[in-house]
C-alpha cells in the first residue's frame, strides 16, 4: 500500500518525467577533495534514487570563474576532471532509474578571501559589499557580469553533454545571484541595478544565455529566497505585487520552475493567506514550484547545523497542501542526509523507522 498518493504521482517538467513529488533538496557536503566528484559522492546520490526520491537535485557545484568556490572541497563543474566525475554520479543514478540535475553556483560575497580553488582570486559582488555596509572584495565591472553569466550557460551545456536531465542555478541565501537581488547589496547604477524587477538583469542574462545555447526542452529551474545568511529576517518582496514583479522577468527569460527556499515550509508568506513562498510563487506566475524549508523534521536547519537535534515529524499538512496544488514537488533535505532510505519509509508508512537529524551526519557520506 503506498501512503500519500499525491506524494508519489507522477509529475512532468518541460518533458522531464518525474516519477514522484520528492526532491532531493541541494545541500553542501565539501567532499570532493580539489573539486572532484570521488567515486563515494556518486554512492551517495545513486542511495537516494534507490531510496525512492524523484529527482535530485545535487549539492552547489561551482562555475568556471575564478572566485567562485570557497572551499577546495566543494566539487566544481568545468575542469576535465570534475566532469568526469559528474558523469559518473549522473550515471549512477541514471543506472539505479532516478533522475539528477546539478545546482550551478557562485558563492560571491559569502566566500572568504584566500580560499577556494583559487586562493588568490578576489571575492566579488555587485558592489563590493556582503550585507549593507560591510565591504569586501571588489565590485564587478559590466564586463565581469556578462562573463559570469556565459560562465553560468556553459556549464548548463555541460551538464547536458553529461547526462544530466536538467540544471537549477543557485539564485539564493545570499551568494552571488542573490546579492543581485538584495537592495542592501546592490547599489548599482547602471542596468544591473535599480528597482526590485531591475535586480532580477542578472538572473534574467543567465537564463536567457543557457535557453539559447540548450534550446526549449531542456528543464531550467532556479532556486530563490527571501532570507539571506545575512539576513535571515529579510523580504525582498513584502506583498504579492512587489513578488510578481520580481518573478515575472525570470518567467519571461524562459525558467520553467522555481525551487522556493524557505526555513520552515508551513509558514505563510504574507498576512491575510496561508500561501507559503512556493504557493504564492505558483499562484502568481502559473509556473511549477517546489517548496522545502524542514519537511520531515522538527527543528528548522540554522538551529541544526548549530548543534540542536531534529525529531523525525509528521507531513500530514505538508501533503495537504499539495493536495491542494499549492506546490507541484517538495524538496526534503537533512532529513534525506541523514536517511537515504527516507522516501522509501514514507511510502510504505514506515514512519516508526524515520531517522532524527544530528549535526554529526553532515561530516560523512551516508
Known sequence: MTHYPALFSPFTLNGLEIPNRIVMAPMTRSHSPGGHPTDDVATYYRRRTEGGVGLIITEGTTIDHPSASMDDKIPDFHTPEALAGWKRVADEVHEAGGLIMPQLWHTGSMRREGTGLAPDARTVSPSGLKYPGKEIGVALTKDDVSDIADAFAKGTV?????????VQFHGAH????????WEGTNVRDDEYGGVLEERTAFAVEIIEKARREVGKDYPLIIRLSQWKQQDFEHKMATDPDKLLAFLKPMVDAGIDCFDCSTRRFWEPEFEGSDLNFAGWTKKLTGLPTITVGSVGLTGEFVAGMGGESSEAAPIDGLVTR??????????VGRALLTDPEWANKVRHGRFEELMAFEREHMLSLT
Open 174 to 181: 545570499g551568494y552571488l545571484i542573490d546579492t543581485f537581488f
Open 322 to 331: 499539495l493536495e491542494n496544488d499549492e506546490f507541484d514537488l517538495v524538496g
Open 158 to 166: 555541460a551538464a547536458r553533454e553529461a547526462g544530466f536531465d536538467g
